[in-house]
């Protein structure tokens, strides 16, 4: 006898313990894959609370107030840029004008000092993304935000990770619409949607752009 009975042992327990091992991993790298996709990482679903409790289901979903009266920039720039405190006060310098919760408000505009909004939509300083191009390619307010006119407070309606951004950027025809329904917050994509995705694709010249240089600058 070559070897020594013992390496029998020694062989099942290698194998075995390399099998116990291996699945370990995959069970820490599973939960680790969890946690990353998380609301406790990513912050989706959270409800920030405001110095001053906006309510967009009332202005948006209740008033119907349009995205671009108070988000001036979106079509035009990079950023959908905070309202001035110059737009509340269009109508509350007329309406609940001594309503308590606005005083923040009306001493905003008083001190013509900011109001200090909480950011809900963060994405890191390495990313790179511009709201007039998706604007004017015909992806919607609520494709990223969600349906903001049923939101009491704002919240992050997806994830903002990069596996997000890449599932519309390798597939566009499966959320692009018609460009006078960007800020329609109750649009519903057709029964023929990747037909009309793939149409309005080549009609707004829309590339699938996938190239780290393209979000990363």
Same mark, same amino acid.
């Given at each position: 006898?070559? $070897?020594?009975?013992? +390496? ?7 194998? !075995?313990g390399?099998? !116990? ?12 894959l ?5 609301g &406790? ?5 959270? /409800?920030?609370?405001?110095p001053v409790? $906006? ?13 671009? &009266? ?27 004008t001594?309503?308590? +919760? ?6 905003? !505009? ?5 109001? /200090? ?8 300083? &390495?990313?790179? !993304? ?13 494709t990223?935000?969600g349906?903001?006119?049923?939101? /009491? ?10 596996e ?5 950027h390798?597939q566009?025809?499966? &959320?692009?619409? /018609?460009?006078?329904?960007? $800020? ?10 990747i ?23």
């Amino acid at each position: 006898q070559i $070897f020594h009975r013992s +390496t029998n042992t020694i062989s099942r327990v290698t194998i !075995f313990g390399a099998i !116990f091992i291996i699945a370990i991993i995959a069970a820490l790298l599973t939960v680790a894959l969890m946690i990353n996709r998380s609301g &406790y990482v990513t912050q989706a679903d959270i /409800p920030r609370e405001q110095p001053v409790p $906006f309510s967009h289901q009332h202005h948006v979903g209740g008033i119907g107030i349009d995205c671009r &009266y108070c988000h001036t920039t979106v079509e035009i720039s990079n950023s959908a840029n905070i309202p001035s405190t110059k737009i509340c006060m269009n109508c509350h310098s007329q309406i609940w004008t001594t309503s308590p +919760t606005l005083e923040p408000v009306r001493e905003s !505009f008083r001190k013509d000092k900011s109001i /200090p909004w909480i950011r809900v939509h963060d994405l890191p300083d &390495y990313a790179y !993304f511009n709201h007039s191009i998706h604007v004017n390619k015909g992806v919607g307010c609520s494709t990223c935000h969600g349906r903001v006119d049923r939101m /009491p407070l704002v919240w992050q309606h997806a994830s903002l990770q990069m596996e997000w951004c890449l599932d519309c950027h390798r597939q566009p025809e499966k &959320y692009v619409r /018609p460009r006078e329904e960007v $800020f329609d917050m109750e649009y519903q994509p057709p029964a023929d949607q990747i037909e009309l995705g793939r149409r309005l694709v080549k009609e707004y010249k829309i590339q699938s752009l996938t190239h780290c240089s393209t979000c990363h600058r």
